[in-house]
């Protein structure tokens, strides 16, 4: 009975205490102690109330940083800009190129054959784009390549061109960092080649006799650099120390350095042997570079009589040949018998209204000729192509030798 009592006691006072109560039931986790309130019950008072006044501080704020501009490019950087150098690129008779070169400003003009193009009207494209003169030619745009500027470049002297430059290049096998010595500045090509092969922490040290020939080279180097500058997110180096100085009489300069690999390319190269051999590192490499092979003989014999410490590895003569890779053009699907393609059977143009017409036509043939593909393609037709050389060379395909000698620092008597 005293049990039955204490059950409804107990029962009436949990019905009213939830009924009159306006805050909720707190659970166990609410009740629970944090790991440092753990930790503060613990330590001794002083130390207990330090961490609590660390607790209660507000958490200090890091001093804002500075965000730093970073310039996101490529190694080219965007549309032309007034100052860099343009390559406009046409297509003529023969579908030979006609390439001009030219320095952006903003009253200048392009004049091409076929009519004139405002400076204004490149700058701020984009390089790759396709722009008409005023003669309605259609004249690509874009930034000229290394070998492309040493082409079209003002020159004095014949220059080295790119073709027996690259074949030089890989025969010193020059890298970043070395120091190289050439003689004959002339309009400045190898020196930029070299510069590139080098680099910014290589050195080029270029002798010539012809103050006419210094000035251009110079002039050359500087242009390129400064259009580099321009138009490209990295600097061109600047490694390349131009001396207006017979090589023949620098004994005494050349003797000073260390020399890991020589570039001659002189009239008489036999006479600045003795000079380079004086700074050239055992094992370097003199690359010669010479017109003719009677040139090459004559400095062999030099060579030998002389007794000089050089061994002539190799002579190569480099020679390049332009190809014209064409579609066959079909008078009939079934017929296996192939016309000659436009390029084989122009005349010579009278004016240059007659090269706009004939151009004219040849688009509208090429239309027609691809609708033809288009339904040779549909009856399973394969269509043949024409492989020739071009009809047009160009004209550095001459034969040039560049014996390479080896400094083997020895008696070769």
Not at 292 to 318: A, G, H, M, W, Y
Not at 395 to 406: C, I, Q, W
Request: charged share 25%; with cysteine.
């Amino acid at each position: 009975m005293r049990v039955w009592r204490a059950l409804q006691r107990a029962a009436a006072s949990s019905s009213s205490s939830s009924s009159s109560s306006s805050f909720p039931r707190r659970r166990a986790w609410e009740t629970s102690l944090s790991p440092l309130e753990r930790v503060r019950r613990l330590l001794p008072p002083e130390e207990a109330a330090a961490v609590a006044r660390c607790a209660a501080a507000p958490p200090p704020q890091a001093a804002p940083e500075e965000k730093e501009e970073v310039e996101v490019a490529g190694p080219r950087c965007g549309a032309f800009r007034a100052g860099e150098l343009a390559l406009a690129e046409m297509r003529r008779k023969y579908n030979k190129p006609l390439k001009l070169l030219c320095r952006l400003a903003a009253e200048a003009v392009l004049s091409t054959p076929s009519g004139v193009l405002p400076h204004r009207a490149i700058i701020g494209q984009l390089p790759g784009q396709v722009l008409r003169a005023s003669g309605g030619a259609r004249l690509l745009l874009r930034r000229p390549s290394l070998d492309e500027y040493v082409l079209l470049m003002p020159r004095g002297p014949t220059i080295a061109y790119p073709k027996d430059v690259s074949a030089i290049l890989m025969m010193m096998d020059i890298h970043p960092g070395d120091t190289v010595l050439e003689t004959g500045s002339g309009s400045g090509a190898m020196s930029l080649f070299l510069s590139r092969a080098v680099g910014p922490k290589g050195r080029v040290l270029s002798y010539e006799i012809r103050d006419d020939h210094h000035s251009l080279a110079k002039k050359n180097y500087r242009h390129w650099r400064s259009a580099w500058e321009i138009g490209h997110v990295d600097e061109w180096p600047d490694n390349v120390e131009f001396i207006l100085k017979d090589i023949s009489t620098a004994a005494a300069d050349v003797k000073s350095v260390t020399l890991d690999a020589v570039v001659l390319d002189m009239l008489n190269p036999q006479c600045a042997l003795p000079v380079v051999n004086l700074g050239l590192k055992q094992g370097g490499v003199c690359a010669v570079y010479l017109a003719n092979i009677t040139q090459v003989i004559d400095l062999l014999d030099r060579i030998r009589s002389c007794k000089l410490p050089f061994l002539c590895e190799k002579i190569i003569e480099v020679t390049h040949r332009s190809w014209s890779v064409l579609p066959a053009k079909l008078k009939h699907c079934k017929s296996s018998q192939v016309e000659e393609t436009q390029e084989n059977i122009e005349e010579p143009l009278q004016n240059e209204s007659e090269e706009i017409h004939i151009q004219d036509q040849a688009v509208l043939k090429e239309s027609k000729y691809n609708e033809s593909l288009s339904d040779a393609a549909e009856t399973n037709c394969s269509v043949p192509y024409i492989a020739r050389p071009s009809h047009w060379q160009e004209v550095h395909s001459g034969a040039f030798y560049s014996p390479l000698l080896v400094n083997q620092s020895m008696d070769l008597s």
